[in-house]
């Protein structure tokens, strides 16, 4: 089985992406947290 090789710019592109990601990610996981805090606790 062959891999693609990826050039820097390509291995700069996707980590870029895999970072903005991951950032969406825990914005996600902490408004859900924060959303069910104040359902929780009645604010």
């Not at 291995?11 to 969406?24: D, H, M, T, W």
Request: aromatic share 6%; net charge positive.
């Amino acid at each position: 089985m062959e891999t693609i090789k990826l050039n820097d710019a390509q291995k700069r592109s996707r980590r870029g992406r895999n970072i903005a990601l991951g950032v969406v990610l825990a914005a996600l996981v902490v408004l859900f947290y924060v959303i069910t805090i104040i359902k929780i606790g009645d604010f």
